[in-house]
């Protein structure tokens, strides 16, 4: 009788800790570099969406955007994964071409919600001849890792801007860190580096390191940022972001990021990932307050998708609730005295911001 008791109790032990180990969900999430802007997101999302819902979300750092999107496909346990918008439509371009391999990877894969937008670095050295990005063709340049999401964005940007890719001798494939090292000691012409500001990357290098190099402008009068901005945006690194290295603001390009998760369907899973979406609609708010400074310019919105992009159903749904939900809490909060109205500008006429 003993022996039965105590076997009951060691059953109902285990049961116990199954329970428990089943009521936390261990997922994961590729991101980027250790000291890129990716990993900060992913850590801002384990923190104030992840955690209070009791899901383990693991931070993992990549080489960037590429190398996420196997991760995202392949690897046990990644459900979450933050990537490129030229990455992303790159792999959709492959497959479109009759890659079956491309298609494989990318067909099942969906979006959660766009992030923001990405600045494009292009660095040499402080001493070097040229200042604008269109003068660095025949440079010998680093795209970044291979697999990284800078690596897709530097040799689609150079082939855009010159209707040519980088030859093969003067494209160098190091990681940041080492591409920002190699420049300095004159081992590389340029450095493309794709990060949203304020970097780690350039706001951890002391002084005397970022007086040896600088940023090329965008110059939006010559052919090659027409070209250029068929695909990317303009965008402006700020001295803010980097007080003790840039004297005034710098005209660049731009990429989106997306939050991306696979096309999932076992009721526990979707279960979590409808758990998640509440979550971040719930702590929106802290995200923004709390998070990277990037967070400041994302918007919990999710607006149409070029052809070929799908939102992950179940997260979309309750996002899609939860935007209807705020924009009718705006609308039903109480009147107040408004200021006197402000006559409209030329230029707010003729982007039709005038309701007048």
Sequence with gaps: MRKTVLMLFALLGLAGLAGHAHAQADYKIVT???????????????????????MSL?????????????????????KFALVQSDVYQAYLDMAKTGNSEAGKIIQPLRLIMP??????????????????????KDKNISVGLIGSGTAQSATTLYKLMFN??????????????????????????????VAGQ?????QDLNPELLSQIKLLKLDPSVPETARAEQTYFPATI??????????????TLTVKAFLVTYDYNLRG????MTQFADSLCTHFDELQANGHPKWKQVKLELPP????????????KRLRACIKRTASAGSAAPATQSAPKRACTDAEKVLMLCNE
Excluded: C
Aim: no cysteine; glycine share 6%; hydrophobic share 35%.
């Design 164 to 193: 040519q890719p980088i030859p093969e001798a003067q494209t160098q494939h190091y990681s940041n860190e080492d591409a920002l090292a190699k420049l300095i000691v004159r081992k590389l012409d340029v450095a493309i580096i």
């Design 198 to 202: 304020p970097a780690k990357l350039f």
């Design 305 to 316: 998708l070029s052809r070929g992009w799908k939102y992950y159903p179940p997260i979309e």
């Design 238 to 251: 700020r001295t803010a972001s980097y007080p003790n290295w840039i004297k005034e603001d710098s005209p």
């Design 32 to 54: 980027g570099p250790e000291r890129g802007t990716y990993i900060q997101i992913g850590q801002d999302l384990a923190k104030w969406v992840a955690d209070p819902i009791n």
């Design 115 to 136: 992030l923001y937008n990405e600045e494009i670095y292009f660095v040499v050295r402080s001493d070097s001849p040229i200042n604008y990005i269109h003068e660095i």
């Design 58 to 78: 693991d931070v993992l750092a990549s080489k960037g955007s590429a190398e996420n999107v196997q991760r995202m496909r392949y690897e046990p346990g990644v």
């Design 269 to 272: 899973t979707v279960g979590m």
